[in-house]
Nanobody, 127 residues
Framework: QVQLVESGGGLAQAGGSLRLSCAAS????????MGWFRQAPGKEREFVAA????????YYTDSVKDRFTISRDNARNTVYLQMNSLKPEDTAVYYC????????????????????WGQGTQVTVSS
């Protein structure tokens, strides 16, 4: 069974840090670009960050640049999102996603280019 499982969410204070993990089972991630998205209550899902299949290229939405870092460990079949200097507006459910086609990072911010999604992990930042 193909699964992406996020973990590492929780409650943090403003200015704090959390590290999200996305582990794959039933399939491999090492040929696929991966992305993180988030959805806050009452808002549409938005792109947060993406990483190419090799890890050599990363992409971020402007609001998280210089605060969040996406990385991957292909040997562990896992993708990470290190979140520093958290703000209350970062509060959301965070989802990881796997691109539908291998060896491409085209349109990393476009949700429908991702074929598999995790169930999400809640991140809550208090002020």
């Amino acid at each position: 069974q193909v699964q992406l499982v996020e973990s590492g969410g929780g409650l943090a204070q403003a200015g704090g840090s959390l590290r999200l993990s996305c582990a794959a089972s039933g399939h491999t991630l090492n040929k696929y670009a991966m992305g993180w998205f988030r959805q806050a209550p009452g808002k549409e899902r938005e792109f947060v960050a993406a990483i190419s299949w090799s890890g050599s290229n990363t992409y971020y939405t402007d609001s998280v640049k210089d605060r969040f870092t996406i990385s991957r460990d292909n040997a562990r079949n896992t993708v990470y999102l290190q979140m520093n200097s958290l703000k209350p507006e970062d509060t959301a459910v965070y989802y990881c996603a796997k691109k539908g086609l291998p060896f491409t990072s085209t349109d990393p911010e476009v949700g429908h280019t991702y074929a598999f999604w995790g169930q999400g992990t809640q991140v809550t930042v208090s002020s």
